[in-house]
């Protein structure tokens, strides 16, 4: 009995040996991931890596938004082996505290559209966190919502972290609240207006303009975006974001949500949006799941023409007007839309009238207004928001 259990151990050890990754080894692995799949996209969720989203793509052209996630190990004997990973994919982070973010999930719950993990010591936390992530129904995007349960015998400070990256070069884009906010981590901040963050080099602390944020995709023509609950980000929420000195490079969006105090065994749960926007070449805000985008337009020779003839009777002219460009990521209903743009030259109104739209349609508007807009209002329906535009040397 003790030779054949010999054997066995043997065996099993030779195996161990064989599969496993040379010793001492830095080496890159691929966990194993589980798709769901709508009529519009499909997001993978690697269950042994912090059962992270690593992949949020568009069905039609397979274009990917987030930038790969990549698992390495360190492999020292059959019963020790060290994990690490980039950062990459979609997943809860704590501020202030550390997570490990290749510690396996357990799948407790799963359908075609939705998947509910869970860890008892999230990331070696103090904390015990189920998460479920549902797509939208015939929409562009998904639903992720998390509940966090502070498992130590005392009471802990939690700050819901989130980092967002996407494919290579996205490019960031954060609203930012105007006037005077103290932000977390960096003190009073002084903005003479709200703004559009763009870019920047190094990292930054932004008071939030709006609960949500997005990436520009140029070379996926789309626009994907993170909407949080406006309660999230109130009272001491926070923007961080980070890239290197190259600006150019591509930067990370990093929503931070408020400040909770969770007694031992107390929970607390949070939601969030993701979305894309097929078409959107920049981006201006977003409301009622619809993404807007404002840009400059050179006036073609006809029209600079006819505005020299304004010209000459004293008529304000100008060589450029702004195209309005939405798409809605959900069906909608007929809808009125308002536009107000307002500038150094004043403000400005328009409306249009919005048919009811299939998720994904792209719809393209002309404003022929005087001077770059700094600030702007879109209504739809009964509801309004901002929209936000970038400001210099910021």
């Known amino acids: 009995m003790k030779k054949f259990n010999l054997c066995i151990l043997t065996a099993v050890s030779a195996f161990a040996l064989f599969a496993a990754p040379k010793r001492g080894v830095v080496e890159y692995f691929s966990p194993e991931l589980i798709t769901l799949t709508n009529n519009k996209v499909s997001i993978s969720i690697a269950p042994a890596a912090l059962g992270r989203v690593v992949s949020f793509k568009l069905n039609e052209t397979g274009a990917e938004m987030l930038n790969p996630t990549k698992l390495t190990r360190l492999w020292l004997s059959p019963l020790h082996e060290i994990r690490g990973d980039n950062f990459q994919g979609i997943r809860e982070l704590l501020w202030g505290g550390k997570i490990n973010g290749s510690i396996p999930m357990q799948v407790v719950k799963k359908s075609d559209d939705s998947i509910t993990v869970y860890s008892k010591s999230y990331g070696a936390s103090n904390f ?46 954060i609203p930012v609240a105007g006037g005077t906010h103290k932000v977390r981590g960096k003190g009073a901040e002084t903005y003479p207006r709200d703004f559009m963050f763009i870019k920047g080099i190094g990292q930054y602390y932004l008071p939030p303009g709006a609960d949500y944020a997005a990436f520009v995709e140029a070379k996926q023509n789309a626009v994907w975006a993170v909407l949080l609950p406006e309660t ?75 505005d020299s003839i304004k010209g000459v009777f004293g008529a304000e002219t100008s060589d450029k007007y702004y195209t309005l460009r939405l798409v809605n990521a959900t069906d909608a209903p007929a809808e009125n839309l308002e536009v107000e743009l307002t500038g150094k030259k004043g403000a400005k109104k328009f409306s249009f009238s919005l048919g009811e739209r299939k998720a994904g349609t792209l719809l393209e508007f002309e404003l022929d207004i005087d001077g770059l807009p700094e600030t702007g209002k879109v209504t739809v329906g009964k509801e309004s928001g901002k929209l936000f535009f970038p400001l210099e040397n910021k």
Request: proline residues 7%; hydrophobic residues 35%.
């Open 128 to 173: 015990e966190v189920t998460r479920t992530v549902t797509l939208l129904p015939n929409g562009f995007g998904f639903v992720w919502q998390t509940k966090l349960t502070n498992r130590s015998p005392k009471a802990e400070k939690c700050n819901l972290w989130y980092n967002f990256q996407g494919v290579e070069p996205a490019l960031p884009r």
């Open 232 to 306: 999230e980000m109130k009272p001491d929420g926070m923007f961080y974001s980070w890239g290197n000195n190259s600006p150019d490079s591509i930067r990370t969006v990093e929503p931070l949500l408020k400040t909770r105090t969770l007694k031992s065994g107390e929970s607390a749960e949070s939601r969030m949006t993701m979305l894309i926007f097929p078409g959107l070449t920049d981006f201006a805000g977003m409301l009622k799941m619809t993404g807007f985008e404002v840009k400059v337009q050179e006036k073609s020779g006809f029209c600079k023409f006819m």
